[in-house]
């Protein structure tokens, strides 16, 4: 947001901060209700009795997460509380219940990749009027958010939902030494993130699996246009 106040793009900046707030109320709230469900169809309850199996975004919204959604385009929400030890299969079912975040983000994506295809073809979004380049940069934002945060979430890095992935390849003992350092890593991270280290090439990854996801959502719309 702050790249399009320096430049004077007030009407980008405030279609930013927009679809960020869609970010953090819609698609967050969906991201952890995607881990909690899963969790408790396979068994864990955890998170149903801590209030967490509902897409009420103000059970899942963390301030400071949500900020930096606002102000940067990534960040995150409460984490839902799982006990691995009341699955049947601990590891992989971990590592499922955890892969259901990034692929909510996912799916959501490819859901506005979808939608954008609709109003491009019955003309909505067709030319250059202010309502028609509104509407796309707000659903090409949440599409980009989103594919950006699953991309994110899954680094094997604690706390992210990679690192539960990670979790069913590595010897228990490996595991748990990685986690004890777990603040420090996320600290690390977010300062790669800030400098460029880490945002360029996840950046790259996101891209790439945008263009493949909108190649596959425009399909059914090739006969169309």
Not at 54 to 82: E, Q, Y
Not at 196 to 201: D, W
């Amino acid at each position: 947001m702050f790249r399009y106040l320096i430049s004077g793009d007030i009407v980008s900046a405030i279609l930013f901060l927009l679809s960020g707030v869609f970010i953090v109320f819609c698609t967050l709230p969906i991201h952890e209700t995607a881990h909690a469900y899963v969790a408790y169809k396979l068994g864990d309850n955890t998170a149903k009795y801590q209030g967490r199996l509902t897409l009420n975004p103000l059970s899942h919204i963390d301030p400071i997460g949500g900020l930096m959604i606002l102000l940067f385009g990534f960040g995150w929400a409460k984490p839902v509380p799982v006990n691995m030890w009341k699955f049947k299969r601990p590891k992989r079912d971990m590592a499922i219940t955890a892969l259901a975040g990034p692929v909510s983000n996912i799916l959501l994506a490819f859901l506005f990749m979808l939608i954008y295809n609709v109003l491009l073809v019955t003309g909505v979004i067709a030319g250059y009027s202010t309502v028609a380049v509104g509407i796309h940069f707000f659903i090409v934002q949440i599409i980009s958010i989103n594919l950006y945060l699953a991309v994110f979430n899954l680094l094997p890095i604690p706390p992210l939902d990679g690192s539960r992935l990670l979790n069913a390849f590595l010897p228990d003992r490996i595991y748990y030494k990685i986690m004890q350092n777990e603040n420090y890593i996320m600290v690390a991270v977010l300062v790669l993130i800030a400098t460029g280290v880490l945002s360029t090439p996840l950046s790259w990854i996101a891209d790439w699996l945008y263009n493949g996801l909108s190649w596959i959502a425009g399909l059914p719309f090739r006969f169309l246009g």
